[in-house]
């Protein structure tokens, strides 16, 4: 019997309390390890996860949470953590450090976003947990949070991938300019695409944000039939508004969003105050470009100071505010992975996007109908001047765009899917165990 033939038997044994505690009125107990607070819902990561843990809340799982968490955190999100779980487990945050100190990570085996995740309080957090109760389910959220799934574990478990994070690497060393950053990168790329391959086949089933990172995960990670889930958006609070119109005092704006302490963010806003913003500029002198992220950096925030039309807003509440008052979202990156839920937020807001093909990668959209997919400055350029100008070109890609995420990016639809993906991972487990 295949695993998904065994889908409905093995997951009603799971259920019943084969080898686990029984569920909370029917329902299915799920841990999910978190290496990050989730609040504020400022990163696509934490954007991705607590959308789908919102869509999970009250379904098919009973949610423990476990994570980094300090009183003062879960004091002032206590709200936002019961909207996403029904149990909330925290261990003490690790105070930040700062690059010049994690340095002395980079000659370690594992890569440095992995070594930064294995800590004691988090180690002694999951296993404490684990051994406390019984659980159908495990996931774990990102790949280099893999660090922390006890080794003696045998329970179904799950990986929540982002990203393919070795790629992400691999394209910090290719953007490299300096020869010594270069080596870094390809070092921590190295050290990842092991990481990556050896921790993945630990999990029961692995999960991956787009069929492009499922693919790559299958040839390159030897993971067995990863599962495939959208990429998903609140259309609640991400609502539909016609384009801002041109005229009336306001000055042609473009806008990107994104957390601006991030290498990819930073690599691509640079090159497009470099390559790109001087064409448009030149074809429309009045044109404004307004970065909404927060802690951009201070050589950034001097360049948008030598440079006309340019502003960031460092860290923001709400971003819509800031994405209805333009004309065009840009989405400029040249390094990456797994996929960009701002792309989706944009779109579901209606926004028009205007994005390099890393930018939008992986997700399923069309190039013209949905957004412009522009990799060239100078092609960059041009759609961005030409839908300044053009208010029924940027209208038709607003509406068809809000059309698509409407009928498949919904965050209920991501949520269910993943729910699906974990029944599943148990369904793989049961069967395994049956036939051990």
Known sequence: MTPMAASAAAIGAARSGDGAAPA??????????????????????????????????????EVTLVGPGSPADRDR???????????????????????????????????????????????????????????????????????????????????????????????????????????????????????????????????AVS????????????????????????????SWQAPAAEGGGKAPTVVFIGSMDWAANIDGVRHFIDEVWPLVRREEPQARFVVVGRDPPASLRALAHATSGISFTGFVDDVRPYVRAAHVCTIPLRIG???????????????????????IE??????GDHFLKRDLATEQAAAIVGLLHDRAWRDRLSRHARDCVEQHFGHRVAARAFEHACQTAMAVHAARRGSA
């Open 24 to 61: 909370t009125a029917g329902r299915s107990r799920m841990a999910f390890v978190s290496p990050m607070f989730l609040f504020p819902a400022n990163t696509g990561g934490r954007i991705r996860t607590t959308n789908i843990l919102r869509g999970l809340h009250g379904g098919a799982f």
């Open 362 to 367: 992986g997700l399923k959209v069309r190039d």
């Open 77 to 207: 999100w206590r709200s936002d953590l019961d909207g996403i779980c029904d149990h909330f487990v925290p261990w003490q945050p690790a105070r930040p450090r700062p690059l010049w100190a994690r340095a002395v990570d980079l000659p370690r085996a594992l890569p440095i976003n992995v070594v930064a995740d294995r800590t004691r309080p988090a180690q002694a957090a999951v296993e404490a947990v684990l051994a406390k109760r019984a659980f159908d389910v495990v996931v774990f959220d990102f790949v280099h949070a893999a660090v922390l799934l006890p080794r003696a574990y045998a329970g179904a478990t799950v990986c929540f991938t982002h990203n393919v994070e070795a790629e992400i690497f691999a394209r910090h060393a290719e953007q490299a300019k300096n020869p010594l950053m270069r080596l870094v990168w390809a070092s921590q790329h190295e050290k990842m695409r092991r990481f990556e391959r050896t921790a993945l086949q630990r999990f029961t089933s692995v999960v």
């Open 337 to 359: 992975g797994g996929t960009r839920i701002k792309a989706f937020e944009a779109m579901a807001m209606g926004c028009p996007v205007v994005s390099t093909s890393i930018g």
């Open 211 to 238: 069929e492009r990172d499922a693919r790559h995960l299958a040839e390159h990670c030897g993971i067995t039939a990863p599962i495939t889930i959208p990429t998903g958006v609140d259309l609640d609070y991400f």
